[in-house]
């Protein structure tokens, strides 16, 4: 899989439509961090529109009292061991991540419900 398309089941926004993630490793590191928050994360079921709003509520609060940071951090470490260039590219990563984190929480607050399609 290269990309990971999430449908909203029933927006009440047009951010709350489609959220498109145009990497995998971006999809696969958001929910390795996002595991770390929240025990039993499955990114790969459909979401319910109360699953999606709590999420939502937990990306939010852990991205301001930085949890979501460190979670994120925790999950790219050694990614790009090996390179020269090693810690400008994971903070490049870190910071990419971050914006990723703060646009899905902004869909799954107004998907009503989402899968993956």
Known sequence: MSDQLL?????????????FFYCADSWYALCDAIDRLVEGFRPYQTMSAEAAESLSVILTHTRLNGRLRVAVEEAVAGLFDGN????????????HLMEQAQQFADFLAVCGGCSPD
């Open 7 to 19: 449908l909203g089941a029933a927006p009440t926004a047009p951010e709350g439509q489609e959220m």
């Open 84 to 95: 020269d260039d090693a810690a400008e590219r994971e903070a490049s990563f870190v910071a």
